[in-house]
């Protein structure tokens, strides 16, 4: 699987933006998909993750209610919807994904368990 983000941009303080993340390859469906964030000069964190058939999302404290993960598994696609976004969102961000069988995403917060990796997007929140 190679993964190809898109959709990062410049949006203003309470702004939106949405992230997508296009998977190749036929398995896309065992894939544990996650997003993490790199600000300048700081190490990368983790943003959200979510399950391989989408029932379970896992989200940091810093985005929780702001952001929703999603996938369509049709169209090999996770997807970061970003609302109410604040000059701290500002990053490149990146999708990540690991084929695992568990169901347990909680555990995918770190990028260390990541197995494959996007190029990353850039958003850049203005106050």
């Known amino acids: 699987v190679q993964l190809q983000a898109s959709g990062g941009g410049l949006v203003q303080a309470g702004g939106s933006l949405r992230l997508s993340c296009a998977a190749s390859?036929?398995?896309?469906?065992?894939?544990?998909m996650g997003w993490f964030r790199q600000a300048p000069g700081k190490e990368r964190v983790f943003v959200a993750a979510?399950?391989?058939?989408?029932?379970?999302?896992y989200y940091a404290d810093s985005v929780k209610g702001r952001f929703t993960i999603s996938r369509d598994n049709d169209k090999n696609t996770v997807y970061l919807q970003m609302n109410s976004l604040k000059p701290e969102d500002t990053a490149v961000y990146y999708c990540a994904a690991v084929s695992t069988a568990s169901s347990r995403i909680s555990y995918y917060t770190s990028a260390g368990s990541y197995d494959l990796w996007g190029q990353g997007t850039e958003v850049t929140v203005s106050s």
């Open positions: 390859g036929r398995t896309f469906s065992s894939y544990v």
């Open positions: 979510i399950s391989r058939i989408g029932f379970n999302t």
